[in-house]
């Protein structure tokens, strides 16, 4: 999340994006896809591992998605909403050799400049507590790539986290971000999480590029 003099005016264009699609599944569950995804939230969920607990769909949105990931992804199925404005908005399970990783994918409006790198780090997707590794880039084009790196588990509120990656790109008044975790263990989970995330940086970098995701 962006930080600094500037942040209350994108929290508040983002309040004002609608939800294109609601109810795939319970918003407690999706709200702890989200909270492990991000490193940010505050719902507390706590429990032992319990898979199964809520159900996947496989959607249109879902199918398309799946055509715009590298062959041997694995199985894409929907799981709940995020606010944003692009077609393919959402957090999708990714279901392979036996576990669930999870897709993340939200666009929004903005520009470089709301985005402000905190000073000692390298880019604007620093969060505060967090020990990842970040690679700034600007595109031939002008664009500019952040690509982060968090490859250790995580806890929070009663969930474990596997290692997970993530990838922003500002373009064309947008900013989009896809973030791939491998999973994880807790009330929630929908099965073993992955042994690594479900797409690696490359392929990361290249899905965030891909034209379809923009509105």
Same mark, same amino acid.
């Given at each position: 999340?962006?930080?600094?003099?500037?942040?209350?005016?994108?929290?508040?264009?983002?309040?004002?994006?609608?939800?294109?699609?609601?109810?795939?599944?319970?918003?407690?569950?999706?709200?702890?896809?989200?909270?492990?995804?991000?490193? /940010?939230?505050?719902?507390?969920?706590?429990?032992?591992?319990?898979?199964?607990?809520?159900?996947?769909?496989?959607?249109?949105?879902?199918?398309?998605?799946?055509?715009?990931?590298?062959?041997? /992804?694995? #199985?894409?199925? *929907?799981?709940?909403?995020?606010?944003?404005?692009?077609?393919?908005?959402?957090?999708?399970?990714?279901?392979?050799?036996?576990?669930?990783?999870?897709?993340?994918?939200?666009?929004?409006?903005?520009?470089?400049?709301?985005?402000?790198? $905190?000073?000692?780090?390298?880019?604007?997707?620093?969060?505060?507590?967090?020990?990842?590794?970040?690679?700034? *880039?600007?595109?031939?084009?002008?664009?500019?790539?952040?690509?982060? #790196?968090?490859?250790?588990?995580?806890?929070?509120?009663?969930?474990?986290?596997?290692?997970?990656?993530?990838?922003?790109?500002?373009?064309?008044?947008?900013?989009?971000?896809?973030?791939?975790?491998?999973?994880?263990?807790?009330?929630?989970?929908?099965?073993?999480?992955?042994?690594?995330? $479900?797409?690696?940086?490359?392929?990361?970098?290249?899905?965030?590029?891909?034209?379809?995701?923009?509105?």
């Amino acid at each position: 999340m962006p930080s600094g003099p500037v942040a209350d005016e994108v929290f508040a264009r983002a309040a004002r994006v609608r939800w294109r699609r609601r109810g795939v599944v319970t918003g407690a569950a999706a709200a702890v896809v989200v909270v492990g995804l991000t490193g /940010t939230g505050v719902l507390p969920v706590n429990g032992s591992e319990q898979t199964g607990v809520i159900g996947t769909q496989t959607t249109p949105r879902a199918d398309r998605l799946a055509k715009l990931l590298p062959p041997g /992804t694995g #199985e894409i199925r *929907e799981v709940g909403d995020v606010a944003g404005e692009g077609p393919y908005d959402g957090l999708y399970a990714v279901y392979k050799d036996g576990g669930v990783g999870y897709l993340n994918i939200q666009v929004m409006p903005g520009r470089r400049a709301d985005w402000p790198v $905190p000073v000692g780090e390298r880019c604007s997707s620093y969060i505060p507590g967090m020990t990842a590794t970040c690679v700034p *880039e600007t595109l031939p084009n002008g664009d500019e790539r952040e690509s982060t #790196e968090l490859l250790r588990e995580s806890r929070r509120d009663g969930n474990t986290w596997g290692p997970k990656r993530s990838v922003r790109l500002f373009t064309k008044g947008y900013v989009v971000m896809i973030t791939a975790g491998s999973g994880f263990v807790g009330k929630y989970a929908l099965g073993p999480r992955l042994d690594a995330p $479900p797409l690696t940086a490359d392929q990361l970098r290249d899905v965030v590029m891909a034209p379809e995701l923009l509105p």
